[in-house]
C-alpha cells in the first residue's frame, strides 16, 4: 500500500514535472518572442532615431532659408516701398502733363473757334465789300430816289400839320362826322351777347364775333 502510494505520488509528479516543463517551454518560447520584438522595437527606435535626427537637420536647414526669406523678403518689401514712391512721383508727373495736355485741348479749340469765327467775319465783310462795290454804280439812282423821298416826306409833314390843326379847332367844318344809324337798346346788346357766346360755346374756347347789318 506504500508502494502504491509512493508510485501515485511519483506518477503525479511526472504529470506536475511534464506540465511545469511544459509551462517552461511555453514561457522560453514566450521569452524568446519577446526578445525578438525587443530587437525589432530596438532596430525601429534606430531607424526612427535617425529619421528623427534627419528630421532636425533638415529643420535646420529650412529655417535657416526661412531665416534667409524673411531677410529677402523684408529687402524686397524696402525695395518696393522705394519703388511705390517713384511710382506715385511718376504718376503725379503723369497727372500733371494730362492736365497740361488738357488745358493746351482746350486753348487749341478755343483758338480753332476764334479762327472759325474770324474766317466767317472775313467772309462776311468780303461780302459786305463786294455789295458796297456793286451798290456803287447805283449811286445816283439812291441819291434821286433820296430826293424824291424827302419831297414825299416834306408834304406828308405838311399834311400832317394841317391835320392837326383841323383837330385842334373844335369850331372848324368837316372836323366831326355825324354817324347814320340808332343805338341799339339793353335787350338787343344782351340778346347779341348771348349769340355770341353761343358761337364761342360752339367753336371750343374759340370766340367768333358775327357782325349784324
Known amino acids: 500500500r506504500q508502494l502504491q502510494k509512493a508510485m501515485l505520488k511519483q506518477a503525479n509528479n511526472h504529470v506536475i514535472r511534464d506540465s511545469l516543463q511544459k509551462?517552461?517551454?511555453?514561457?522560453?518560447?514566450?521569452?524568446?518572442?519577446?526578445?525578438?520584438?525587443?530587437?525589432?522595437?530596438?532596430?525601429?527606435?534606430?531607424?526612427?532615431?535617425?529619421?528623427?535626427?534627419e528630421a532636425e537637420e533638415d529643420m535646420m536647414k529650412l529655417r535657416k532659408k526661412y531665416e534667409s526669406a524673411v531677410q529677402n523678403r523684408n529687402e524686397r518689401?524696402?525695395?518696393?516701398?522705394?519703388?511705390?514712391?517713384?511710382?506715385?512721383i511718376f504718376y503725379e508727373k503723369i497727372n500733371t502733363q494730362e492736365m497740361l495736355l488738357r488745358n493746351g485741348d482746350v486753348e487749341m479749340m478755343a483758338l480753332d473757334e476764334?479762327?472759325?469765327?474770324?474766317?466767317?467775319?472775313?467772309?462776311e465783310e468780303k461780302w459786305q465789300i463786294e455789295q458796297t462795290k456793286k451798290a456803287l454804280p447805283n449811286k445816283k439812282a439812291l441819291e434821286m430816289d433820296l430826293v424824291t423821298l424827302q419831297i414825299q416826306l416834306s408834304q406828308c409833314d405838311d399834311r400832317a400839320a394841317e391835320l392837326e390843326e383841323l383837330a385842334q379847332g373844335p369850331n372848324k367844318e368837316g372836323r366831326i362826322r355825324i354817324l347814320e344809324g340808332k343805338d341799339p337798346s339793353v335787350q338787343d346788346l344782351m340778346r347779341k351777347m348771348e349769340e355770341v357766346s353761343?358761337?364761342?360755346n360752339k367753336s371750343n374756347g374759340f370766340i367768333g364775333l358775327r357782325v349784324s347789318d
Do not use: P
Open 114 to 123: 476764334k479762327i472759325r469765327f474770324l474766317k466767317m467775319k472775313v467772309t
Open 198 to 200: 353761343v358761337v364761342g
Open 23 to 53: 509551462d517552461v517551454s511555453r514561457l522560453s518560447l514566450h521569452l524568446q518572442e519577446v526578445k525578438e520584438k525587443r530587437e525589432q522595437k530596438k532596430i525601429e527606435i534606430g531607424r526612427l532615431t535617425n529619421m528623427i535626427n
Open 77 to 88: 518689401g524696402v525695395q518696393l516701398i522705394e519703388r511705390e514712391e517713384e511710382v506715385c
